[in-house]
């Protein structure tokens, strides 16, 4: 699986994204570097906490569970523990098995949705970040950056350094009131290897989720 690279906005002290600040960069990816617009992206986070009916109970469910829906795994449904630092995978059924096992109810959740581009070997994906019940709010502004030929995280991290600097460097022309920022979980510590996959892909967005659920509460 080809390694991606989520970034989210970062804006400047004081200001809050709006979207015209995500139009601008949309058309920096289109008109700047000429991504070639290909289709919608959407992918769907949930933080879950557990159903308890009593006090003994409490300690059973773990009280940090994230959900991850990816639209290249329709199939399949991702679980990110971050207190147990563990990432695993399910069939997409699981949600409506928790449901009717009334374990874990939907706390937080956020969609992430915008277009994604095409550009050589690259593919990007940049959209807004909406809490799901109120999707006409921004809340932020992420971009993912797949590199295609390569599913190694080392042997990619230069490509994706260089490519995401570009980036850097065409936005901030815009003279735009923030920037994007890069933070790659510590793999090797949810014993996910240098080979890149799903898993991985939720990972991330789980800590893009941590940090933007942060700055809405400060």
């Not at 991702?78 to 995978?89: A, C, D, K, N, T």
């Not at 070997?121 to 971009?143: P, S, Y």
């Amino acid at each position: 699986m080809p390694v991606k690279w989520l970034l989210y906005w970062q804006p400047n002290a004081g200001i809050t994204v709006n979207t015209q600040i995500l139009t601008e960069i949309s058309q920096c990816v289109e008109s700047s570097i000429n991504g070639v617009k290909d289709g919608r992206w959407k992918s769907t986070l949930i933080f879950y906490r557990p159903i308890t009916r009593d006090q003994s109970s409490q300690n059973d469910y773990p009280k940090d569970l994230l959900g991850v829906s990816l639209p290249e795994q329709p199939d399949k449904y991702y679980f990110v523990l971050r207190s147990h630092r563990i990432v695993f995978e399910a069939d997409s059924n699981i949600q409506s098995i928790m449901e009717k096992a009334q374990s874990y109810k939907a706390r937080i959740a956020l969609t992430f949705e915008g277009f994604q581009y095409q550009l050589g070997d690259f593919q990007l994906k940049v959209g807004k970040v909406a809490l799901t019940a109120h999707a006409e709010n921004l809340r932020g502004i992420a971009m993912e950056v797949e590199y295609l030929p390569l599913s190694s995280l080392d042997k990619s991290r230069q490509v994706l350094e260089d490519f995401v600097d570009i980036l850097q460097e065409i936005v901030s022309s815009r003279s735009l009131p923030g920037h994007f920022t890069h933070i790659e979980p510590n793999f090797s510590e949810y014993s996910l290897t240098d080979h890149y996959s799903s898993q991985h892909t939720s990972l991330q967005y789980a800590t893009v989720m941590t940090q933007l659920l942060t700055t809405l509460r400060n």
